[in-house]
């Protein structure tokens, strides 16, 4: 079993809890690796533009005749060889995104708060919905130490958004969209503890589950079955 602290809304030390063995698993390295580089790469927003000869606003006239000059023989003014003209091998703008199946985002989540876990970076704060102003965030903030940290907050208690987003070096993420990223590079992970809750760890693991994706066809199959079963 993986022991968390526990600590009270003022930053004291009350106790310890366990981390739910859904999330506990064996150090995976290469995987933790891997999860992080999807992760990084779907941050890209792929955006980068440029134009080429043919996009740029330009004459297409030869600009001057090609043997008698003395110089080197040119066509077009939008040759990406003269200022203004068009740019070569430049970036498309496509979006490449990675993926990683979901046992696999599953298992690094795991990997990446067991070891968050083991290193006194992963702890858990108690009645959280008592907190009303942001100074008594900041407070606990203090009295935990660090220099970086993630607010993983429960359902119940997403309100606390809006008093802890002002306070620097913190990000405020919601438990079901807790992932091995923002836990690896998340600093201290402060963990809101009805998010342990048996009923928060079942909707996690239903949102991380891969859906059932069936072809056209067997759709198709499927509804006359039905309609023929009806018929009879």
């Known amino acids: 079993m993986v022991k968390l602290d526990v ?11 366990n981390l739910p063995e859904r999330f506990v698993e064996k150090e995976n390295l290469p995987l933790l690796a891997q999860a992080i580089h999807v992760y ?3 941050l890209h927003p792929g955006l980068a533009k440029v134009k080429t000869r043919g996009e ?7 600009i001057y005749r090609q043997k008698g000059t003395g ?15 068009g740019v070569a091998h430049g970036p498309k703008g496509l ?17 990446a708060l067991t070891m968050a876990a083991k290193e006194g970076k992963l702890l858990v704060v108690d009645a959280l919905s008592d907190f009303k102003k942001t100074k008594e965030i900041a407070a606990l903030l203090k009295k935990i130490g660090g220099s970086r940290f993630t607010l993983v907050l429960s359902d ?20 079901r969209g807790l992932n091995a990223h ?11 503890k009805e998010a342990l809750s048996p009923k928060q760890v079942e909707i996690k693991e239903k949102a991380s589950t891969p859906r059932k994706v069936t072809s056209k066809v067997t759709r198709v199959k499927t509804k006359r079955k039905a309609k023929k079963s009806k018929e009879k």
């Not at 979006?95 to 990997?111: D, E, F, T, V």
């Not at 923002?182 to 809101?192: A, M, P, S």
Request: positive net charge; hydrophobic residues 40%; without cysteine.
């Open 7 to 17: 600590y009270s809304a003022k930053g004291i030390k009350k106790g310890s809890t």
């Open 156 to 175: 119940q208690n997403l309100q606390l958004q809006k008093l802890a987003r002002n306070i620097s070096n913190i990000n405020i993420i919601p438990f």
């Open 182 to 192: 923002g836990v690896y590079l998340g600093g201290t992970i402060i963990l809101d």
């Open 71 to 85: 110089g080197a023989r040119h066509g077009a003014k939008s040759a990406p060889i003269f200022v203004g003209g």
């Open 95 to 111: 979006k490449r995104s990675l993926s990683l199946p979901a046992r696999m985002r599953k298992i690094a989540l795991g990997a």
């Open 56 to 62: 740029v606003i330009a004459s297409t006239r030869k």
């Open 40 to 42: 990084e790469a779907r």
